[in-house]
């Protein structure tokens, strides 16, 4: 799979596996959502501004997410994404108890 990119160079064309090495030193090896760390088996490619949306091709709009917080957010907007994640971590607090 190749993919196309926007750089100073027009139509350079990158790899796929270069895009995703270069996106995931900019994001420190991390989910770009919840912060945890990849399984390098569970990063998906996401496009920060989906393409219906009108976001294109280019290293700015990549974005790796694991594989469960790239399904939460499919082709929506990354502030769906942030308010299902304080959503859920809402529900963990008021749901564990730590009592006797
Ligand atoms: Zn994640």
Not at 33 to 60: C, Q, R, S, T, V
Request: hydrophobic share 30%; proline share 3%; net charge positive.
């Amino acid at each position: 799979m190749r993919v196309h990119v926007k750089t100073n160079r027009p139509q350079h064309a990158l790899h796929a596996r270069q895009l995703v090495r270069f996106v995931r030193s900019q994001q420190g090896g991390k989910c770009n959502a919840y912060g945890e760390d990849f399984k390098i088996w569970n990063l998906e490619i996401n496009h920060i501004i989906p393409k219906a949306k009108g976001g294109g091709d280019y290293y700015e709009n990549y974005q790796l997410l694991c594989g469960s917080c790239n399904r939460v957010k499919g082709d929506r907007p990354m502030e769906y994404l942030r308010m299902k994640i304080e959503a859920r971590e809402r529900m963990m607090k008021t749901k564990i108890f730590f009592g006797e």
